[in-house]
C-alpha cells in the first residue's frame, strides 16, 4: 500500500487540507473509490476506512492481482467535517457539483481538478454518497443514464437495487456524470445512512464492492451472497408526501415489504400529540427511503416505495 | 393587493408563504414581475422592492400590472442564509421545479406558474458577501437575441453574454425564458448591504423598460448605454495564495495593463504573499469584498476593453 498526497490546498490559519489517497497494487490503474465528499458523510469515511483496513490485509495475503491497482480516497470534505459542515467551510459551494473542475478557477473548482485529475482513468469508479433531504435508504447502486451506462455490471454487486436516474441539469457536474464522460464506469453506492454510523449497512456496502471486484478479476478472493439485483428506473418508484406538518411518526423501516393499506406512518401536531394524518401505502412493495427527521414540513416526500 | 403565491406548513406553528404585492392600474394586462430574494443573503433587490412603490404612488400614468415579489426565499433571508434553510440547497438550481417533488421542488414550480406568461421577469441579485459588482445584466447566450434588445432599456453599465452552462438550466430566469417569458438577471452591489445609488440607477430602468412596454406614458428618466461584451472578454483574478486580500484600487474604474488591484498577505507572518496585477487595460467590475481568501478565492473580474 502507498499512502498518497492527491491534493494539498495550503490556508491562512488551519492545517492544509490534504487529500489522501490510499494505493493498492502497482498495475494499471483500475477500480477508485471516492468516500466523504460532503462534511457529514461520515458513513461513507467510516466505510473507506473499512475497505482501506481489508484491502491492507488482502495485500499481505496477495489477494489482489498484480496487474491493476487500486485507489481509496477516504475524505475529500474533511476542512467541513472537523467543523460539522456538510459544504466547503467559507463559500459554502459543493465540491460534488464542481466536476470535472478547474486548475485556474475558484477554490472548489481547483479541489475538484486536483482530485479528478488524479482518477479520471480509472476503469470503474465507485462514490460513496448521499442524498440531499435527510433519510434512510435501501442499500443501492445508482447509476445516470448518460447513454453510456453499463447497468449489467452494476448487477456484479449483488445489491437488491439499482436505480438509474436521468440525469438533470445541475447532474451534469457531478462526479459520477464525468467519470462517464470520462469513459469509466462509474456507480454511486447509497448506503442507509449518512451522518450516523449504521454497522450492518456498512458491511453489507462494504462486501459488495469487494464482491464486484472479485467478479472483475481485480480480487482473487471471493465474497460469496448477494442478491438477484432488481433494475428500478426512478419514475417507476412512488413519493408518499405529507399535506401537513409536525412530528413524524414511523411505523416502517427501509427495505420493508408492506401491504396496501398499511399504516407507514403519522403526523402529529406538534402542541398535543393528535394525530393530524395518516400516510398509508396506496399498493403493496418496499421501502425505499424514509425521512428520518423527527419534524417534517408540509408538502415533502416522506416515504418513497417501490411498487410490486 | 398582498397575494400568497404558495405555501405550505411548517412543523411548529408557523406558515411557510411566499408573497406578491400587485399594483394594478389602467385597463391594460401588460406585467411587469419584480422578483428578488432567491438567496437569503442579496439584499439589494429589497430597497428596490419599497422604492420603487414609492416611486409609482408619485405617477398617475401606469397602466398594467407591476408584481412585486420581494422575498422567494423568506427562511434564508429571516435567517441569514443564502440557501433555503432546514434542506441546505441552493433554490436557484431547483428550477423549474417539481409538483410532485419536495417542498422546495414543489414551491419553485408554484413560483414559476405564478411567474409564467409576465411581458417581463427582472430577477434581482446582489452577488454575494464575497464579491461587489456594478449594475449588470447577465444574459446566456443561447438567449441573447431576444434579451439583449430589452437589457438595454434597464440602464445598467453592463451587459455580460455568457455561455451557456448546463447548471445555469436550473435556475429561475432560464427556466422562465424556456417558457418563453422574457427574464432578465440584474446582478448589483453586494451581499446582506444595500447600494441606495445603484437601488436608484436600476428603478430608472425600470421606469424605462416599463414606457417601452408602453405601461407608463409620460416621461421617464434618461438612461446610460451599457456595455456589451462576451465572456472571452472578461478576465478573472483569482487568489494564488491564502491570505488576507487588500484592495489597492476601487471598484468599478478602468485600470491599465499591469496595474495593481490589491495585494495578499499574512497577518501572522506579516509578509506580503502577492501582489494582484490586472492583466489588461479594462474596467474592473467586479471586486472582492470579503477580505479572506483561499488559493483560488475570486478576487475580480476585469473587462477588457
Redesign the interface.
Known sequence: MEKKVIYELKSLYRDSLRIMGYQFGEGKPTICIVGSMRGNEVQQLYLCARLIQKFTEYEEKGYIDPQYSILVIPSINHYGMNINHRFWPQDDTDINRMFPGYNEGETTQRIAEGVFHAIKDFAYGIQLTSFYIPGEFASHIRIMKTGLEDIETAKLFGLPYIVVRNPRPYDTTTLNYNWQIWEAKAYSLYTKETDVIDEKSVNEGMNSILRFMYHQGILTKSMPGGYMTEIIYEEQMISLKCQKAGILKRFVDVEEHVKKGTLLAQILDSYDASVIEEIVAPMSGIIFFLHVKPLVYGRTAVIKMKVE | MIENVTE??????EK?EIKKHRIQKGTSQKRICIVTGTHGDELEGQYVCYQLQEVLKERDDLNGIVDIYPSLNPLGMDSMN??VP????DMN?VFPGDS????VE??AYDIIQDLKGADLVVDIHAS?V?LREIPQIRINTLQSEKLIPLAKHMNVDYIWVHSAS?????TLAYSLNDLDTPTLVVEMGVGLRITESYGHQLIDGLLNTMKELEMLSMEVPEVRIPIVSLDQNVH?L?AK????FLPMTSHQHMVDKESLIGKIV???TGEILDYVCSPCHGLLFTLREYP?V?????IGRILEL
Open positions: 405550505a406548513m411548517l412543523p411548529v406553528d411557510y443564502r440557501k432546514f434542506f441546505d440547497l438550481r410532485n417533488g419536495s417542498l414543489s414551491v454575494n464575497y448546463t447548471v445555469l438550466e436550473s478573472f483569482n495564495y491564502a491570505g488576507l499574512n497577518p501572522l479572506l483561499n488559493e483560488g478565492s475570486l
